[in-house]
């Protein structure tokens, strides 16, 4: 298991992330979420070993993390980094020994890797002469072609294309069903939803918010939406309720817990005729927006 | 790359031997038969003096002038001639000499060499000189005991004058050697740091290596591939030159080849890691060269003083500024190749050196471990040194 715990790092007077911790366990996947410079980046490049942050600790499976561990680690930089002269098979097999594997096995695991990811044929091509898609590829197959632990990928959908998307996140699932913790950020939030088992949320270098879709929407208001057929605003004096929105659908009600919803029915049955009421469950971008906005 | 080098090598020492017309001795023509009488002289001072003359007998005026003519045509073939034009034609004869009476002449096609024309002019003299005096009666064997040379030794009071063209050689080799290598592998080193700190590929490699390991991996990498592709230039370089003998090694430069190559190694390291320090700083590949060129100026300014210090290697500027240590792997190979490097200097020079090339190494780990990962503009040095 990775446990990050009261993590610190400044760059000068700006403070990238503030005691910030998280957990992901073996076998798990946990998505990391937030605005530019909330703190993503310098938290899997703290993980990394890339620097030494000023404060907290990193520890894998209860000791600190050092350099033995980080080359059971896999790391896919935000911004891709490969040799873009070096032959693609080459470039896989050279970071597979980099991290211990021996030659032969280096060669197979990336000639294997390269034929998972769509990439069977382009063994011997250059990296610059290929697609952005399929140099996201490579990078993948880079960070994964030593079978590790702990999968650390910083953005690793951005720019793919549909499929590219969908074989990534079978590639992911895999691995984790392979019994590999998976630390991953994305500002694609429809993908963190149908890949985690668990979401973090940072804002300002702290954690805004973590844990499972449901433990999260616990954190918030239930919300209620009412469509009522009326000219009167029945809305106004009720308790433990707040409007939040009101469009054609209805309107759409806060509701504080321990209120009481059957009550608020029958005021609305008394007000009109009831066409709608249920409560809504936002997806993660409903969720993200309401806890960094509250 | 080093295929190409190592073939121009190779062509510049074969290709000027190819069309270097043989060696031959010198040919003295002697017209007539007073002249023909001088044909042993000639040889035995010739001998004398380190110069191979032989000798052939013409036999009137316009025959030696036309065989001191160079012919233009004598090669066989359109390639014979090529060459036969190229090498500028070879006459028969080198000099012509008539001798009558009262007169002699020395007759040559454009340039004679000063030391075949004193030499002929003495043969010369001499045969006036024994002529004159037999007939004005002095005795034969007086005037025979009179022309034989008085044996004269000659002592050189510097001793070791004799061999300064060879050290002044190895001086020149060791600081050319470092110069071209430090200029093209330094360089290479900063490009190849450069390229990885762009390319992000230093991210991922700094997931599974240490900076010290990355930087250091670097300099020992590119520096070993550096001296095999300058061995395998220098060998064939070598091997040509012995085969076709161009021109021959300096005894000394074998001598000192130990001395040379230690100071190539502390060389190379001091600049390479200074190199690597520049490439983590840039933002973009084309500012390498600027922010690497305090090395540069340092690398052109001790091979230009390394000139000067051969010139006056004994100068009390040269031995303070070969304790500064940029300078000092140009400098010291040059003062102690000139014999002007005391015995404890040498071990006090290196340990400078080795100290210099630490807190380098030292000083290219802070900044490697700081700017490698950074985005933004190029940085100073003063602001990569301040980065925690």
Same mark, same amino acid.
């Not at chain 1, 298991?1 to 000068?12: C, R």
């Not at chain 1, 499929?163 to 895999?174: F, G, K, T």
């Not at chain 2, 500028?88 to 009558?100: P, R, S």
């Not at chain 2, 001793?159 to 002044?168: C, F, I, L, W, Y």
């Given at each position: 298991?990775?446990?990050?715990?009261?993590?610190?790092?400044?760059?000068?007077e700006r403070i990238a992330v503030d005691k910030l911790s998280l957990t992901v366990g073996k076998g798990e996947l946990v998505g990391l979420v937030g605005r530019n410079g909330a703190g993503k980046t310098t938290t899997m490049r703290a993980v990394m070993g890339i620097f030494q942050?000023?404060?907290?600790?990193?520890?894998?499976?209860?000791r600190p993390v050092a350099l033995p561990d980080r080359l059971r680690f896999g790391y896919m930089p935000e911004e891709r980094g490969l040799y873009p002269q070096m032959r693609v098979l080459d470039q896989i097999a050279y970071f597979a020994r980099l991290h211990g594997v021996e030659l032969a096995a280096a060669r197979k695991q990336a000639q294997k890797w390269l034929e998972t990811l769509g990439l069977e044929g382009r063994g011997q091509d250059r990296v610059v002469a290929l697609s952005h898609g399929n140099q996201q590829r490579v990078q993948l197959a880079v960070a994964l072609v030593y079978q590790p632990e702990l999968l650390v990928l910083d953005e690793p959908f951005a720019g793919l294309d549909p499929?590219?998307?969908?074989?990534?996140?079978?590639?992911?699932?895999?691995e984790v069903a392979r019994g590999t913790a998976v630390l991953f950020s994305s500002h694609q939030l429809d993908l963190v939803e149908r890949l985690c088992q668990r979401v973090v949320i940072l804002e300002q270098g702290r954690v805004l918010a973590s844990g499972t879709l449901d433990e999260l929407r616990a954190r918030l208001p239930q919300r209620l939406r009412v469509k009522v057929t009326t000219s009167v605003d029945w809305t106004s004096g009720l308790m433990g309720t707040e409007v939040i929105g009101s469009d054609s659908e209805g309107v759409l009600l806060a509701i504080a817990p321990g209120t009481d919803t059957q009550a608020l029915l029958r005021v609305a049955m008394a007000a009109g005729s009831v066409e709608h009421f249920g409560f809504e469950s936002g997806g993660l971008l409903e969720l993200y927006r309401q806890l960094v906005t509250s | 790359m080093t295929g190409i080098t190592t073939l121009v090598a190779v062509v510049l020492i074969v290709g000027p031997a190819l069309f270097r017309p043989p060696t031959r001795p010198t040919v003295v023509g002697l017209v007539g038969p007073a002249a023909q009488a001088l044909a042993p002289a000639l040889q035995t001072t010739g001998k004398a003096a380190g110069v191979d003359i032989t000798t052939a007998s013409v036999s009137d005026d316009s025959a030696a002038r036309s065989e001191l003519t160079p012919s233009r045509t004598s090669g066989r073939g359109q390639l014979g001639q090529l060459l036969s034009s190229l090498q500028?034609?070879?006459?028969?004869?080198?000099?012509?000499?008539?001798?009558?009476s009262s007169s002699a002449t020395i007759e040559f096609y454009q340039t004679v060499s000063p030391t075949l024309a004193a030499l002929v002019r003495a043969v010369v003299q001499e045969a006036h000189q024994r002529d004159v005096l037999i007939q004005g009666g002095v005795p034969t064997s007086v005037v025979?005991?009179?022309?034989?040379?008085?044996?004269?030794?000659?002592?050189?009071?510097?001793?070791?004058?004799?061999?300064?063209?060879?050290?002044?050689?190895?001086?020149?080799?060791?600081?050319?050697?470092? @110069?071209?290598?430090v200029g093209i592998f330094g360089s290479a080193v900063a490009s190849g740091v450069a390229q990885e700190k762009t390319s992000r590929t230093a991210e991922v490699l700094l997931a599974a290596v240490t900076p010290s390991q990355l930087m250091t991996g670097k300099v020992i990498g590119i520096g070993l591939v550096g001296i095999g592709q300058m061995a395998v230039t220098v060998g064939a370089a070598?091997?040509?030159?012995?085969?076709?003998?161009?021109?021959?090694?300096?005894?000394?430069?074998?001598?000192?080849?130990?001395?040379?190559?230690?100071? @190539?190694?502390?060389?190379?390291?001091?600049?390479?890691?200074?190199?690597?320090?520049?490439g983590a700083m840039v933002a973009r590949q084309e500012e390498v060269q600027s922010v690497s060129a305090p090395f540069t100026v340092f690398l052109i300014g001790g091979y230009l003083l390394m000139y000067a210090s051969i010139a006056s290697p004994d100068a009390s500027w040269v031995r303070i500024a070969s304790y500064v240590p940029p300078l000092m792997p140009l400098l010291i190979p040059a003062r102690l190749a000139l014999g002007h490097l005391a015995i404890w200097e040498m071990p006090l020079a290196v340990l400078i050196m080795l100290a210099s090339i630490y807190g380098?190494?030292?000083?290219?780990?802070?900044?490697?471990?700081?700017?490698?990962?950074?985005?933004?503009?190029?940085?100073?040095?003063?602001?990569?040194?301040?980065?925690?």
């Open positions: 298991m990775l446990e990050i715990s009261d993590l610190y790092q400044s760059f000068g942050p000023l404060g907290g600790s990193i520890k894998w499976s209860g499929s590219a998307v969908d074989s990534l996140s079978d590639v992911l699932r895999a | 500028g034609g070879q006459a028969t004869l080198d000099v012509a000499l008539t001798v009558d025979g005991a009179a022309q034989q040379p008085e044996p004269i030794s000659t002592v050189t009071l510097l001793a070791t004058q004799s061999d300064m063209a060879g050290r002044s050689i190895a001086a020149l080799a060791a600081g050319i050697l470092l @110069f071209v290598s070598l091997i040509a030159n012995a085969v076709v003998k161009s021109s021959a090694v300096p005894p000394e430069v074998w001598t000192l080849l130990p001395a040379i190559l230690l100071w @190539f190694a502390l060389g190379y390291l001091l600049y390479a890691f200074g190199f690597a320090a520049a380098m190494a030292r000083l290219t780990g802070r900044i490697y471990s700081t700017s490698l990962v950074r985005g933004g503009p190029r940085l100073s040095w003063m602001a990569a040194l301040r980065l925690r």
